[in-house]
């Protein structure tokens, strides 16, 4: 028996005009259009990235990427303030520079319905902690969904956008990596047309949130969610399946797929409202089954919840940390994994490493020629912390090199070690500035480099306010970065080539030894966005001496020859940047083609 709405899309009933092949984000994005959404805002963050992109690309909206999060959700408040439907998308650690907004929203409510999708990474393929964002639907007091797939993503935005305006709040939506980048069928629909917002009149009592306003809003807000809880106990968003009533199992988003293959007779109640639950439903669901588990990623928030409603809960051994599969939920549950093909145990294990070319990398190895402790940052160049660089010391959060350096510079500093906050263009304009604002303002010294590879790189190239490319490429004006930074206050400012290996280390040399606040620009721009690679380099074997001095680079392009133990160079790989040259101290590594002798000189 099987007692829901969107796993058969019965609501969508009539306005299918398609369908195809979408991934969870491409959906979400599919959804908020159809529901008639006019603006969408975000900044870039995997798994979540795409949304934004997907949307920018249909027909008749607005979208813009932000510097951060928290600006996003302002931006999108501004715009439900004026009456209009927005979307807004981030991912997990997004959210947490979102919050301030995002808590005082639930006060205000809304106007124009605000989806906000929300994408948690649980096992961290690409971020710096893992979070499980119910938490903060629960304690911001917003309702939040949770689609198992493309077809759940397209239907549950589309109803999120109807429930925010019903229920007077944002709502968020919340994916996880499996969903945000798996492809399913998906049913399209029309784009609803929704009248003209009605003509703007100022409400301060609703969005002035003062404390006398506020606190009428607060009691609001309570009177608003228990309507929720009475729609949690009717929604179709909740799918009850009574299949074998031995083991009855509480799931959400992808864990729901996973525990269907690992339990395939199981009962399962899946949750697609998982703010606030539908306690009643749970309630009948636990007394319809022998035995009530829960399956959740990351932390245990269902678990915790269902049982506060007095439901017993039997006790599951799965890991908290990491991202679920249907290999561990059986391991769980006693059952024997089904035979596998044997693994392949002798593969070479690959680290992620800066790309070939990448112009920063000659800026790490300095680094570490200076021995100087390395506050880092999120994005590409935290690379810089792996083998064989190793020139960093600390990654927190984005934007935090900066006030990291300051902070231990106040602790006295590191006895005979310079210390530097490196930090890049695009989370530098996210919430580095703020940091080096209290470094001029407490007058701190110290020295900073921002890495200017004049793109947001490692979540695929997105614009940013320093390279000026917008989203859908309307007219911008980039951000003088040098400007910018002497009109914070910093007196010493200077920019440099970072495929220059003297001049950046002379330059590093020179600012550590400074007693004043510096910032080095390192400006050249990210390998991928250069379409011509110029020829590329090879290691002359009869000058290379083994010294090794060229695998510090880390460059994928270059390896050891496992028989001579020279340094060999990969020339499909190479994009001819030239800075191993300037690493090699014996003339070793000569441009190839047919102008080259290998014997060093180059024609
Ligand atoms: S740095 Fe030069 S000499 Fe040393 S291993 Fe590399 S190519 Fe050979
Ligand atoms: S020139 Fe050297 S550092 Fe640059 S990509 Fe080629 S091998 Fe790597």
Not at 32 to 52: C, D, H, I, M, N
Not at 446 to 474: C, E, F, S, V, W
Request: proline share 5%.
């Amino acid at each position: 028996m099987i007692l829901c709405g969107n796993r058969v899309h019965g609501h969508r009933r009539g306005l299918r005009v398609s369908r195809t092949l979408l991934s969870g984000n491409e959906s979400v994005a599919r959804g908020a259009w159809e529901a008639g959404a006019v603006v969408g805002v975000g900044y870039p963050g995997t798994p979540s990235t795409e949304t934004l992109e997907h949307f920018a690309k249909l027909p008749d909206v607005y979208a813009e990427w932000t510097p951060n999060e928290k600006v996003a959700f302002e931006v999108a408040a501004g715009v439900s303030l004026a009456g209009s439907r927005v979307l807004v998308t981030m991912k997990h650690v997004g959210l947490n520079v979102a919050a301030d907004p995002l808590f005082t929203l639930a006060y205000t409510g809304v106007r124009g319905g605000i989806v906000l999708l929300v994408a948690d990474d649980p096992g961290m393929h690409s971020s710096q902690n893992e979070q499980d964002s119910h938490n903060y639907a629960a304690f911001a007091r917003v309702p939040m969904v949770d689609p198992s797939d493309s077809a759940e993503a397209l239907a549950f935005t589309r109803q999120a956008f109807e429930m925010s305006e019903r229920f007077d709040l944002p709502v968020l939506v919340r994916s996880t990596v499996r969903v945000s980048h798996a492809k399913s069928l998906v049913d399209l629909g029309e784009r609803v047309q929704l009248p003209e917002p009605a003509p703007y009149l100022s409400d301060p009592q609703k969005w002035v949130m003062m404390p006398a306003m506020a606190t009428r809003r607060r009691l609001d807000l309570d009177r608003r969610i228990s309507e929720l809880r009475e729609f949690a106990e009717e929604t179709m968003l909740n799918c009850l399946e009574l299949r074998n009533r031995s083991i009855g199992v509480v799931c959400a988003g992808a864990c729901y797929l996973h525990v269907r293959e690992a339990l395939p007779d199981a009962s399962t109640f899946k949750l697609g409202l998982t703010f606030p639950l539908s306690e009643q439903r749970l309630r009948e669901f636990a007394a319809s089954v022998e035995r009530l588990y829960v399956v959740e990623e990351a932390d245990d928030y269902f678990t915790r919840t269902v049982r506060s409603f007095g439901i017993e809960v039997e006790p599951l051994a799965i890991p908290k940390a990491g991202e679920l599969t249907p290999g561990v939920i059986r391991s769980a549950f006693g059952i024997l994994e089904p035979e596998t093909r044997e693994q392949e145990t002798d593969l070479p294990g690959r680290s992620p490493l800066l790309c070939a070319g990448c112009p920063h990398r000659l800026v790490f190895y300095a680094l570490r020629q200076a021995d100087a402790v390395v506050t880092g940052d999120i994005g590409c160049y935290a690379l810089g912390a792996l083998k064989p660089l190793g020139a960093m010391d600390s990654c927190v959060c984005m934007g935090s090199s900066i006030g990291m350096a300051h902070g231990i510079e106040l602790a006295g500093g590191v006895s005979g070690r310079p210390v530097v906050a490196v930090i890049g263009d695009s989370t530098f304009a996210h919430s580095g500035l703020t940091g080096l604002m209290n470094t001029v303002y407490n007058g701190g010294t110290g020295t900073i480099l921002i890495l200017d590879n004049r793109i947001t790189a490692m979540t695929g190239h997105q614009g940013n306010p320093i390279n000026g490319i917008t989203l859908q490429k309307r007219p911008s004006r980039e951000i003088d970065l040098e400007v910018l930074v002497r009109a914070l206050g910093v007196e010493r400012v200077r920019v440099e080539n970072p495929h220059d290996l003297s001049a950046t280390t002379a330059a590093i040399a020179e600012e550590t030894a400074s007693d004043q606040l510096s910032v080095i620009i390192f400006r050249a721009p990210c390998a991928l966005l250069i379409r011509e690679k110029a020829d590329p380099y090879a290691v002359d074997e009869d000058a290379c001496r083994k010294c090794g001095l060229c695998f510090r680079l880390g460059c994928p392009a270059i390896s050891r020859n496992e028989s001579t133990s020279q340094a060999s160079i990969d020339t499909a790989a190479c994009v001819g940047c030239g800075q191993c040259v300037e690493v090699c101290r014996y003339g070793a590594i000569v441009r190839s083609g047919s102008a080259c002798d290998f014997r060093g000189a180059e024609g």
